[in-house]
């Protein structure tokens, strides 16, 4: 039979994750706690994640490296400005887009951005603006620029949750993909992110979006002689800018 056998490609994977080959007691738990416990066990997870924090960091930014990001690691917003100020005037492009999230209140680019003579669009929906109109400028720009609700230090990935103020399409239509990464954001497994997303449920009363959005590296495809070409479905450059 054609593909990789189940059992070979589970090995792969948990190899991959350094975890041993121990399946799990129980298959498919109930999610039976409590708020109360969930949020006790959330107080845990983020006291030994600041405990841990620098070295956290120094893994995040090496899985991401692993995965195709082009890291960089800036302790002032001054760092990130200069950063994505180069990379805009390497790019050519007249038109950069990004998502309405706080860390940009932060990390104040848009008058840098525009002193440079590029069109700066925020991608928030108003009563001027239209879905379409929003579309539109996403696709005639070169540059595309969001946060991150989590980052994981695990497999180098960035997780956002689409929603009002951030459209995945920022993330996957530009060619180039800017990921800010603040350490508030940063988790270190899958299982943290879990925990976290069972305590969103209880809190939001059964309302947890439909999907989230993993980013672990730039978008790759194969054909069928299994060659891999990058870009083809989403971003071709990803950069990963770490603050901290």
Do not use: C
């Amino acid at each position: 039979m054609p593909g990789t056998p189940k059992a070979e490609f589970l090995q792969s994977v948990r190899e991959a994750l350094g975890r041993e080959n121990v399946p799990p007691i129980e298959a498919y738990p109930r999610l039976a706690e409590t708020p109360s416990e969930l949020e006790q066990q959330v107080a845990q997870m983020r006291q030994h994640i600041e405990d841990n924090l620098p070295a956290l960091l120094d893994k995040l930014a090496k899985m991401a490296a692993l995965g195709g990001w082009r890291v960089h690691r800036a302790s002032r917003p001054e760092d990130v400005i200069e950063y994505i100020e180069t990379l805009a005037r390497d790019s050519g492009t007249a038109n950069v887009v990004r998502s309405n999230q706080d860390v940009f209140n932060q990390i104040p680019l848009d008058a840098t951005l525009t002193n440079l003579g590029l069109t700066v669009t925020t991608v928030l929906r108003d009563e001027t603006t239209t879905r379409e109109s929003l579309r539109e400028e996403i696709r005639q720009s070169g540059i595309g620029i969001t946060g991150a609700d989590y980052a994981l230090a695990e497999t180098g990935s960035v997780i956002v949750l689409p929603r009002k103020g951030l459209a995945r399409l920022i993330s996957v239509v530009p060619p180039v993909h800017i990921a800010l990464v603040r350490a508030e954001d940063l988790l270190e497994t899958l299982d943290d992110l879990f925990l976290l997303r069972r305590l969103e449920y209880h809190q939001q009363g059964g309302e947890m979006g439909s999907y989230l959005n993993f980013i672990t590296g730039p978008s790759r495809t194969a054909d069928i002689e299994m060659t891999i070409v990058e870009g083809v479905h989403g971003p071709k450059e990803v950069h990963m800018i770490i603050l901290g």
